[in-house]
């Protein structure tokens, strides 16, 4: 190769280097308006008086000297950690059905787990008023105590959390060594030891991590306790309470911090655990197949029908509270809560509203999420940026929706901020969206791009191909899979949310998940239940043409990785 041509090829990677570092840049700015300042300026709201003079930590002291607030933490604790002790062993043992026997129907009953995912959170409490409220369909089953409060919260926060659990402890159950089990077999261990001494150990790390998510949920949750909580104060609706009814933005940035502070805690403790754990699977590793147990194969199916039955009967009692035209008194079924005009002024347009608000979070993030995931995996140089970014995106999974909302009614809302004509607009909704969901995306997305031999940057540079090229004809379609699933990640949750939202929108801007609080509160819970059964439909359908487009396109552009 001549000199020039090696000359023309430096000054080629230079310039792409530096094209890269600028993106990285840029994108790591706007990373900043979109999550550290707005969580600063919550920070700085909570130590100032309502004229804006700073106070210290006045505002704190006044928090935890009222007997109302602080019992609110009380309360959080209590509904969350109960929650966290009911839904991990749950989900440990739907888990082990569906990862550890040769339990017939395991697609369904997985299917069927995944359905609260789909769902706005609000949709259980409403379900659960009807079967168990004071005119519900069974509400002897309480004997005598009320289903709204901590009973109403627990189950719902039970429903809405089993899925995430379940997903976390699959995947911590899917690997293992099966020489473990064989040596176990040979020395005539009986089963109950070689669960307690083989089985659970693998899974600790998995079952550490549910456990903190639960408990995050919980804490964070938004939807279920302000339809089912009754006069039971948890901190998220002290938060609504302050800055909703009162107009005390002081007090409520001080309770948004003290909700960040279990939070923090969960994300940095899991942190650590996850730090220990060590590969399950070596070299020399055999995979554990499950082998037929009758006796046990159909304990499971029993254990997992029975699960599965909940949760239908749950989604089946919010669909039928949506189709009854007034319950007890008129059993008669028809559409007449689906006509929203009648409960709400904005009708359908919500619904339409939070379509586009979906799309454009789920095509927009997505983009964003690959790209920034891109720029820190595969970028040249500036490793310090790149080390921050990936910090930076980290910081979501500790933030609740609701701490995150107010954030930035605080710092899009401000006088001086350039970035105020965002607010009230449904691109700042789309953004806050993004933002809120933003590690999970970016963890598949980086996880996805970790599987990718370096040598493809490393080739296409020695041909002088360009970076973008490379990264449009290979790491686009290698990572396919990967960008499929972030995109219906940010749909569904976008979906579904309602935290992240209710301090943001405006009167031309309300979702769906808005509007099914209005119409609760209102006390037109049949047709909040018609627009959460609607919110379950779409997102069920998105993911259904998801499955079949994976089926469809997905296998022709992977039919490399059969080779």
Same mark, same amino acid.
């Given at each position: ?11 080629? =990677? ?19 308006? #979109? ?31 009222? +007997? ?20 991990? +062993?749950?989900?440990?043992? %739907? ?38 409220? !004071? ?54 261990? +009986? ?19 549910? #456990? ?13 306790? $302000? ?5 039971? !104060? ?13 107009? !005390? ?48 194969? &159909? ?29 007890? %008194?008129?059993?008669?079924?028809? &559409? ?11 009708? &359908?347009?919500?619904?339409? @509203? ?48 609701? =701490?995150?909302?107010?954030?930035? =009614? ?34 598949? #997305? ?18 002088? =191909?360009?970076? &973008? ?7 686009? +379609? ?14 569904? @949750? ?23 609080? @209005?119409? !609760? ?31 469809? $396109? ?7 990785? #059969?080779?």
């Amino acid at each position: 190769m001549s000199p020039i041509a090696i000359g023309g090829r430096t000054r080629s =990677v230079d310039r792409e280097a530096w094209a890269l570092r600028i993106a990285l840049t840029l994108m790591l700015a706007i990373m900043a308006a #979109a999550i550290l300042l707005p969580l600063w300026s919550i920070l700085s709201k909570s130590v100032e008086d309502r004229a804006g003079a700073f106070v210290g930590l006045a505002n704190y002291a006044q928090f935890f000297g009222t +007997p109302a607030l602080a019992q609110s933490i009380a309360n959080s604790l209590f509904v969350a950690g109960l929650t966290t002790l009911i839904v991990v +062993p749950l989900a440990f043992v %739907y888990a082990y059905a569906l990862t550890r026997t040769c339990m017939p129907a395991k697609g369904l009953m997985a299917g069927i787990a995944l359905i609260p995912i789909l769902s706005p959170s609000m949709l259980p409490a409403i379900a659960l008023i009807y079967l168990f409220g !004071n005119q519900g369909m069974i509400r002897e089953l309480l004997f005598g105590e009320t289903i709204y409060g901590p009973i109403g919260i627990v189950m719902g926060q039970v429903f809405y959390c089993f899925p995430h659990a379940m997903l976390i402890l699959t995947t911590a159950l899917s690997l293992a060594d099966a020489r473990l089990y064989e040596a176990a077999a040979a020395l005539g261990t +009986p089963r109950r030891r070689v669960f307690l001494t083989v089985t659970l150990p693998s899974a600790k790390y998995g079952l550490v991590s549910a #456990a903190f998510v639960v408990f995050t949920l919980v804490m964070t949750d938004f939807g279920i306790p $302000v339809v089912i909580g009754g006069r039971f !104060n948890v901190l998220a609706i002290d938060v609504y309470k302050q800055v909703m009814g009162q107009q !005390n933005f002081q007090m409520g940035a001080v309770v948004a911090v003290v909700l960040i502070i279990p939070a923090l805690a969960s994300f940095v403790v899991d942190r650590v655990v996850q730090r220990r754990q060590v590969a399950l699977l070596g070299a020399r590793s055999v995979p554990l197949v499950p082998q037929p147990q009758p006796a046990r194969d &159909w304990a499971m199916l029993g254990f997992c029908a029975v699960v599965g039955a909940i949760i239908l009967g749950i989604l089946a009692t919010a669909v039928f509270a949506s189709l009854v035209r007034l319950w007890p %008194y008129n059993l008669s079924l028809g &559409w007449s809560n689906y006509v929203f005009e009648d409960f709400d002024s904005d009708g &359908w347009s919500s619904y339409f @509203n939070s379509l586009r608000m979906a799309a454009a979070t789920a095509v927009f993030g997505t983009l964003f999420v690959f790209v920034g995931a891109y720029l820190v995996e595969k970028g040249k140089g500036a490793g310090w940026a790149r080390q921050v970014f990936h910090l930076v995106a980290m910081v979501p999974l500790a933030v609740p929706g609701l =701490v995150l909302g107010l954030a930035y =009614v605080f710092f899009f809302n401000a006088p001086d901020n350039p970035l105020g004509g965002l607010y009230g607009t449904m691109a700042l909704l789309t953004i806050c969206t993004v933002a809120h969901f933003y590690t999970v995306a970016h963890l598949t #997305a980086t996880t996805a791009l970790k599987q990718m031999d370096p040598e493809f940057e490393s080739v296409s540079a020695s041909l002088q =191909v360009p970076f &973008w090229r490379t990264f449009l004809r290979v790491t686009v +379609p290698v990572c396919l899979p990967a960008i499929v699933n972030i995109a219906i990640y940010l749909f569904v @949750n976008a979906m579904t949310t309602v935290s992240a939202v209710i301090f943001i929108y405006t009167a031309h801007t309300k979702l769906a998940s808005v509007a099914i609080v @209005n119409m !609760n509160d209102s006390g037109a819970i049949a047709a909040a239940a018609a627009m959460a059964v609607v919110i379950t439909a779409t997102s069920a359908g998105v993911k259904l043409v998801e499955t079949l487009v994976s089926r469809v $396109v997905l296998r022709r552009s992977q039919r490399w990785r #059969a080779r």
